[in-house]
């Protein structure tokens, strides 16, 4: 690395180092990540400055452009109170009970009291940047006048719990009467726990703003009431969810969602399903879910999974470790140059720092790692730097995380959505009128429709992973791959994805159909399961061969030997040990040397969850699915390692003699 590039480094790195500890002051407003406006005045002989949230500034405009005006209290009261009537300190106090109304961020600095966790003492609640980073979803929608729905993917130390209880405090007390709340946890003594932050809340408030207290509601210690607002507190857990209260609710905080036991009373996603609909869709309402990970395919991967891809009305709120201000170890300033060289000479160090660490940030995740003595894996679980780390189940991944974060850099959401129609599902007449209907619940998404204006075959490539039919089976996937580019130097290209569930006989038609609409598509479709039940001897009799005399674009596996001794053609693909092992290192040498294009984000959230099982196999990690990743390689293996170099001027002829050949494998 040249002596530039260093400096270059370092420049970068001292600009996050400057945003990472820029100025916070929650009374002047300074670094607040809501907007505001400017009001300054002196009153008393004192000056007053601060940053008034948008809201508080629309709602009192004649008043504050006043104060900004005059520059003073006294004389903007001659103007917005001219017959005297308001004491000048009562009008002082109005303005700042005004600001706690509008002002989380000053509202709990002022009032809310917490116990910091390494020295036990009481200090106030001054928001970090994490604590910030979840505001702004919460008040987002709470300004937009939308139910509040956030889920919050926790990683360590950074007080997500504490956040939420006392947002939901402020709504509370200042902005919401007979405003019930719930907390559910896996076990009920850490919802105790939680609702204690809202007793030790309520025993330290300034009794100028109201005394308050909680006690036992209809002689129940689980469900506690603030008498002077109507608020019902109550508490429950996933392991006894028969004593949740959860009628007439209006805020929910589940916590540790992803640590919820099925019960014999109640599975986990069967009691957040009796939440969710006790809780109005109303402005002001609020549900969150939050969650340290504990790997994959529970309810909170799912429901993450959900909210990530905009597929449910929860807001996803990430914060990795490098975002927290307390995961820093400086660097001896005769050490940096060679701590850079180290950083960039490391391929998952160089990743931390393409996803935003600083040079000390780096620094201390590998003191830490060290001094633990902690395994990769260890350390991306309890100190995620992406969402996909702290969802790791496993150390044995496939797939580097910085090869797959590659092919992420080429999704996009897709064009259309939709499916194929023809005259028939199957038989000759599936080939006639075929056409795309467009249909939001539709299971293609089409980032490129066939391109006829160029004659080479084989441009397209279509790739079958079989599933099952039930919605609990695997998927089956349809994979469209284009070739074009491959011709100018350039690299394959995801243009289709079909996914859903469907009889394994109809699976195999539908991607015909789909390969004779991508100009006669050269079709690969995963056999194993369709060899299954159709086995009889040597003769090899699949839907495939029902097929063939209707659309003869069809991959073949037969070596030449047993072609010359006359035996019939075996279509599709079978899986083997050897050939899944050259598929998938086709798929992760593409990822690493950037060479394949895809488009579509949920092969990447497959690969990120595709491991080594203890006896050496490879497959997606309990509760998660590979059946993108498995259509995608043996696609991509077909595009370049299978097929002769894609040209417009390829004859039929040639075509044909490729399909018949598997003497590589």
């Known amino acids: 690395m040249t002596g530039a590039e260093r400096n270059n480094i370092k420049e970068e790195n001292r600009k996050r180092l400057e945003a990472m500890y820029a100025p916070y002051d929650p009374v002047s407003g300074v670094g607040s990540p809501l907007e505001r406006v400017d009001v300054n005045f002196t009153y008393n002989g004192f000056d007053y400055s601060f940053k008034a949230p948008l809201t508080m500034y629309d709602e009192n405009k004649f008043v504050l452009d006043a104060l900004n005006e005059t520059g003073t209290l ?22 700042i009970e005004n600001r706690f109304k509008h002002d989380f961020e000053f509202w709990a600095y002022q009032n809310a009291k917490i116990q910091e966790k390494k020295t036990k003492s009481i200090i106030r609640f001054l928001l970090n940047r994490p604590q910030r980073k979840t505001l702004m979803s919460l008040e987002k929608q709470r300004l937009a006048g939308i139910p ?4 919050i993917l926790k990683a360590r130390q950074w007080g997500g719990s504490t956040f939420t209880q006392i947002y939901m405090a402020w709504l509370q007390l200042l902005h919401y009467e007979n405003w019930h709340s719930l907390i559910v946890t896996d076990v009920e003594n850490q919802a105790r726990t939680i609702r204690g932050m809202y007793t030790r809340l309520l025993n330290r408030y300034p009794k100028r703003l109201g005394e308050y207290s909680l006690t036992p509601f209809e002689g129940s210690t689980k469900n506690r009431i603030i008498k002077e607002r109507g608020c019902v507190i109550s508490i429950g857990s996933a392991q006894k969810p028969e004593s949740l209260r959860s009628n007439d609710v209006s805020m929910a905080h589940l916590s540790e969602v992803a640590f919820w036991q099925t019960t014999p009373q109640k599975s986990a996603e069967d009691l957040l399903q009796t939440i969710r609909p006790s809780i109005p869709s109303a402005p002001g309402t609020l549900i969150v879910m939050e969650s340290t990970a504990k790997g994959v395919g529970s309810l909170f991967h799912n429901e993450w999974l ?70 990769d894996w260890r350390m991306q679980s309890e100190y995620p730097s992406t969402d996909l780390e702290a969802f790791a189940s496993t150390n044995q991944r496939v797939f580097a995380p910085e090869y797959v974060k590659n092919l992420r850099k080429t999704c996009r959401k897709p064009e259309l959505t939709g499916e194929i129609r023809s005259d028939a599902q199957k038989g000759k007449e599936a080939f006639n009128n075929i056409s795309f209907v467009r249909d939001s619940k539709g299971n293609l998404l089409i980032w490129a429709l066939p391109d006829t204006s160029t004659n080479g075959s084989n441009r397209y490539v279509v790739s079958v992973d079989i599933g099952g039919r039930t919605p609990k089976a695997d998927y089956s996937i349809i994979k469209v791959i284009d070739r074009y580019w491959m011709e100018e130097g350039g690299y394959p290209e995801t243009v289709a994805t079909w996914r859903g569930h469907l009889d394994q ?42 097929i063939v005399p209707f659309y003869e ?31 998938i290192n086709t798929l992760n ?45 043996i696609g991509l293996w077909i595009c370049v390692s299978y097929l002769d170099p894609f040209t417009t001027k390829t004859t039929r002829q040639a075509r044909r003699k490729i399909i018949v050949s598997e003497a590589t494998i």
């Open 589 to 633: 040498a593409c990822a690493r040397e950037e060479s394949f294009v895809e488009r579509d984000s949920r092969v990447c959230d497959e690969m990120d969850t595709y491991e080594i099982k203890p006896n050496g196999s490879l497959g997606a990690v309990e509760g998660c699915h590979d059946d993108l990743v498995m259509a995608t390689a």
């Open 148 to 151: 509040i729905r956030t889920i």
């Open 553 to 583: 674009n069809v991959y073949a596996r037969n070596d030449p030997e047993k072609i010359r001794q006359g035996l019939p053609l075996k279509y599709g693909w079978m899986t083997t040990q050897a050939n899944k092992s050259m598929a």
């Open 505 to 546: 006989d109809l699976i195999a038609w539908k991607a015909a159909i789909i390969a004779k609409y991508y100009n006669d598509a050269l079709l690969v479709v995963e056999s194993n399961s369709l060899d299954k039940d159709t086995t009889d001897g040597d003769h090899f009799l699949t839907v495939l061969d029902e």
């Open 74 to 95: 006294e004389k903007c009261m001659e103007i917005v109170d001219p017959e005297g009537t308001t004491d000048p300190s009562d009008f002082f106090e109005a303005l």
């Open 306 to 375: 959900s909210a990530k891809a905009g597929e449910s009305g929860y807001d996803p709120v990430f914060v990795a470790w490098h975002e927290i201000e307390m995961y820093q170890k400086d660097i001896e300033p005769e050490e940096l140059d060679k701590f850079i060289d180290t950083v960039f000479n490391d391929p998952y160090l160089a990743f931390l720092w393409k996803e935003g660490a600083t040079l000390e940030g780096i620094n201390w995740y590998r003191w830490y790692k060290a001094s633990e003595n902690w395994s």
